[in-house]
């Protein structure tokens, strides 16, 4: 069956540090994959979008990496600040489901001072 | 500026009644949905419309019949509501149908079925 599977544990993290997330995806071939963020009561932001022939995309802080042949993507949250606390959220689109953008459970992530 | 508005935000109602929930987005995008997101934090697409015309509609119960009167609105209606509907319902736009530029998302409308 196809999964999309993230971290259910809160990822705790001190500020200054480098948070560190993970997607892994089973029976998917993704075009692209795409990261957001969700706030309590919110709905997800778009954050960044890494294409299958992409190994590393970087927005200020953010860095993301694609192993297609892991089969996984990693979320990298650099110099990590208290504002930076959230659920985040991978989503991939199969390229045999244009559209359907399929998303993960989330990892939360809680920066302290 | 809201990009993506939705209402109401809360939606507290008995088995049996008829509810809808109404989305509007300003970007100009082509793409509308509706995902649904149940207490284990996952998002599901149930609907997707691009100019009107309906182009995804997965495995979702006949009772929720989604209407698009323009490209900027997409409406969900929620027929005989039961207690496993009881979720939040995020609508979202994306620029084209492919969604390769990212999804712009609603804040929510969080259905309570009592």
């Known amino acids: 069956s196809q999964k999309i599977e993230q971290n259910s544990e809160a990822l705790n993290i001190q500020e200054g540090k480098t948070a560190t997330l993970t997607c892994n995806y089973t029976?998917?071939?993704?075009?692209?994959l795409q990261w957001y963020r969700q706030d309590p009561g919110r709905g997800p932001v778009f954050l960044l979008l890494i294409r299958e022939n992409e190994k590393e995309k970087r927005k200020e802080r953010l860095k993301v990496t694609f192993d297609t042949t892991l089969k996984q993507s990693l979320f990298h949250i650099t110099a990590s600040q208290p504002a930076d606390s959230a659920t985040y959220l991978c989503a991939l689109v199969p390229t045999d489901s244009w559209g359907k953008l399929q998303f993960g459970a989330g990892t939360q992530v809680v920066v302290t001072p | 500026d809201t990009a993506v508005s939705q209402t109401p935000k809360y939606l507290v109602t008995q088995m049996g009644n008829d509810k809808s929930i109404k989305c509007e987005q300003n970007?100009?995008?082509?793409?509308m949905y509706w995902y649904k997101q149940d207490s284990k934090k996952f998002l599901k697409i149930m609907f997707s419309?691009?100019?009107?015309?309906?182009?995804i509609n997965e495995t979702v119960p006949n009772r929720f019949s989604p209407k698009s009167p323009d490209k900027a609105h997409l409406n969900l209606h929620i027929n005989s509501l039961e207690l496993g509907d009881s979720a939040v319902y995020f609508c979202a736009s994306s620029q084209e149908g492919t969604g390769v530029y990212g999804y712009t998302f609603g804040s929510g409308t969080r259905l309570t079925v009592v």
């Open positions: 419309y691009n100019n009107k015309e309906l182009i």
């Open positions: 970007l100009g995008h082509d793409t």
């Open positions: 029976n998917y071939s993704p075009a692209y």
